[in-house]
């Protein structure tokens, strides 16, 4: 018999290479963690620094960064997700994630942006993210579905059955994606595992509605 399979309506996850960040590692354990005051929220040993700011409004130091990642995630969501009737894109967060060896990242989405990212700024060959199919064990919606044998393509090399997929990062690797994807990580063996987390929204949607905008 003859067949075919077409992979409809992907979900995109973007990486990009943005060099070394020793300088902004550095200057998070030399400045940052001395002054965050109670602007830490510790979850074990996973550490969130500035979780309800936008980071890049409290330090200078980061004032290049931002607008790097501004110009990445407007390609992303516009030239990418091909998005083109809505406005530019602004950061409604930024914040600062210090993770140590057997922390973990709970499985979550996003509410406030449609687009989210992740810059690592130190990691190792066991860094990775966990990005999860939205019909889960952890998902909101009702619908049926069955669990496939194993998690591994199938004897013809497809693997619509997945519910979860990893990407590897290293130091420097930036991810940007739709902020209804589910992510997370588990059992993190990278020791001092440092990132930088950010979502962003565009600032007219479809041309005719604007989102609330803070001043």
């Not at 590692?25 to 700011?53: C, M, P, W």
């Not at 602004?90 to 990212?117: D, K, M, R």
């Not at 990691?123 to 049926?144: I, K």
């Amino acid at each position: 018999m003859q067949w075919e399979a077409a992979s409809l309506f992907a979900t995109p996850v973007f990486k990009f290479s943005m060099g070394d960040m020793q300088n902004l590692v550095k200057f998070f354990h030399e400045t940052i963690k001395n002054d965050v005051g109670d602007e830490r929220d510790a979850q074990g040993a996973l550490s969130h620094y500035f979780s309800r700011f936008n980071v890049f409004e409290k330090y200078a130091e980061f004032s290049s960064l931002q607008s790097k990642l501004s110009q990445m995630g407007g390609f992303v969501y516009r030239d990418l997700m091909h998005y083109q009737k809505s406005g530019d894109l602004y950061f409604t967060n930024a914040w600062l994630n210090l993770c140590e060896i057997g922390g973990s990242q709970p499985a979550h989405n996003h509410v406030n942006c449609l687009l989210c990212g992740t810059l690592y700024l130190h990691a190792d060959e066991n860094t990775h993210l966990n990005f999860y199919h939205p019909l889960n064990n952890s998902s909101f919606h009702s619908e049926l579905y069955d669990r496939a044998a194993d998690d591994v393509p199938n004897a013809h090399g497809l693997k619509f059955h997945r519910r979860e997929a990893k990407i590897s990062v290293k130091s420097g690797d930036c991810l940007f994606w739709p902020s209804w994807l589910k992510h997370g990580y588990s059992d993190n063996k990278t020791a001092g595992r440092l990132s930088l987390s950010f979502n962003m929204m565009p600032d007219k949607l479809n041309v005719d509605y604007q989102p609330f905008m803070q001043s």
